[in-house]
């Protein structure tokens, strides 16, 4: 039979019992571990939030967690190729330089040369090419003496200062070439060389486009002042080098004009430079803070809302970003049914806004309860701002998005990806005004060449 042991209660008056002294060791092991097991947990938290991609934030699509650049696409039901009531697109006819007739002088029946003109559809094909060569003009003065009083004859001066200068189209198509194409200063004289047999040097492309900047800095000031006194303006910024410092490039734009600058802050004093302190337009941003200070009406950027619904919504699967992001997309689609008949005045369209701006008043008529930490953010940010979600609605000529200020930026993206930075301030400046004229240029459908040449002006 086993004996029974007796357990004798632990008096914890008594200091000198050692079984006293480990429970109180444990317990303040317990305390120092449960505090750790918080932390962990919180630096945890962040790892169990769903990844950033270009579909819930501002992430590029290149760094999508994806393979593909784009986020893959739900499988159609339509046939591949073009749809029904697809317009064609042909080949247009040019105005011809040569014209080449087809027609026999003698008739190959009886041999006569006299023809009745039968009045009939005229028949035409054309082969476009192009000719490829330079254009040398070379002025000469000789030493020439009058026959009859033996004077020697003055010569008119040269219209060119150096020995050998190139002429306005090899400007303009080194600074298209540089701007447009992105063409480094190793590639551009490889391409003159093997296009058009003109050996030139980096040192003088660079001439050329410091050259081709300064006579465009009216065309450059004119933009400026277009936009600065525009009804509705769209902006946005980026990243980027100069001098081996972090500088940031600034957009301004509306439908018919784009202007950049560069600066060193990514402020709101950028704004006043470039804006002023008295634009009462419509102002078009991505909710940074920096442009929400602009003091008149704002039009927040619905492609980022969405995407911070969708990233709130695969974080916390909670109901008021899947309310918000459905109102948003019904709203977008609502205004691009009607297109250039959008006019919010009617009856009709009258009262579907006012039953849109009704629903997201309901929307944030309530916090909502529990709220989860990104949830929470966007409502918060947003809870006073709600005029400034559906003011597209209000103005036909107000945009939902600001994509036509990233659409801008993308070329100067590609740039700093091609060339890395600017090595100096100047050559960032040159950048900003040859790119601002192209950029405009493409807006107002002219010629980027024509655009390029500093006799030719917008019609602002």
Not at 33 to 46: N, R
Not at 305 to 320: G, K, M, V
Request: proline letters at 5%; glycine letters at 4%.
């Amino acid at each position: 039979m086993e004996e029974e042991t007796t357990q004798y209660p632990i008096d914890s008056r008594c200091k000198d019992c050692s079984l006293f002294q480990v429970v109180e060791e444990m317990k303040k092991e317990i305390v120092v571990l449960k505090a750790k097991v918080a932390s962990l947990e919180k630096e945890l938290e962040q790892y169990r939030k769903p990844p950033k991609d270009s579909t819930n934030s501002s992430i590029p699509s290149s760094q999508n967690r994806w393979n593909k650049k784009y986020p893959p696409r739900p499988k159609s039901t339509k046939k591949v190729g073009g749809q029904f009531g697809h317009i064609g697109c042909n080949k247009p006819y040019l105005k011809p330089t040569e014209i080449i007739n087809l027609n026999d002088d003698v008739c190959p029946y009886c041999g006569k040369t006299h023809f009745e003109e039968k009045i009939s559809k005229l028949k035409r094909k054309q082969v476009i090419d192009l000719e490829i060569k330079p254009v040398v003009k070379e002025y000469q003065q000789h030493h020439l003496i009058c026959s009859n009083c033996k004077r020697k004859i003055p010569n008119q001066p040269f219209p060119i200062k150096g020995n050998v200068e190139y002429g306005d189209n090899i400007r303009t198509t080194v600074g298209y070439l540089n701007i447009q194409h992105n063409c480094s200063y190793v590639r551009l004289p490889q391409i003159f060389e093997d296009l058009f047999n003109i050996k030139i040097s980096q040192g003088t492309i660079n001439n050329i486009l410091k050259e081709l900047a300064d006579d465009l800095k009216n065309k450059y000031i004119s933009i400026q002042n277009f936009i600065k006194n525009s009804s509705i303006i769209g902006s946005d910024e980026t990243g980027m080098r100069i001098n081996k410092k972090n500088c940031y490039l600034w957009t301004f734009q509306n439908p018919q004009a784009t202007f950049f600058v560069g600066s060193k802050t990514r402020g709101y004093e950028v704004i006043q430079d470039v804006i002023g302190k008295d634009f009462k337009g419509t102002w078009i941003s991505d909710r940074y803070s920096g442009q929400l200070k602009v003091d008149c009406s704002h039009q927040l950027c619905s492609s980022h809302l969405i995407r911070d619904c969708n990233y709130a919504i695969e974080s916390d699967n909670t109901h008021f970003p899947k309310r918000l992001k459905k109102l948003l997309k019904e709203t977008i689609q609502f205004k691009n049914k009607y297109g250039e008949e959008y006019n919010p005045n009617t009856k009709e369209i009258f009262r579907e806004k006012e039953k849109y701006k009704e629903r997201l008043f309901n929307i944030f008529k309530n916090k909502p309860r529990q709220t989860k930490e990104e949830t929470r953010k966007l409502w918060n940010s947003l809870v006073y701002r709600q005029k400034e979600i559906l003011l597209f609605l209000e103005d036909k000529e107000v945009p939902a998005t600001n994509n036509a200020s990233e659409r801008s930026l993308r070329n100067r993206v590609i740039k700093n990806k091609v060339s890395g930075c600017f090595r100096s301030e100047l050559g960032a400046f040159c950048n900003d005004i040859l790119s601002s004229v192209i950029e405009t240029a493409k807006k107002q459908k002219v010629s980027l060449i024509d655009a390029l040449n500093p006799a030719h002006s917008f019609a602002f």
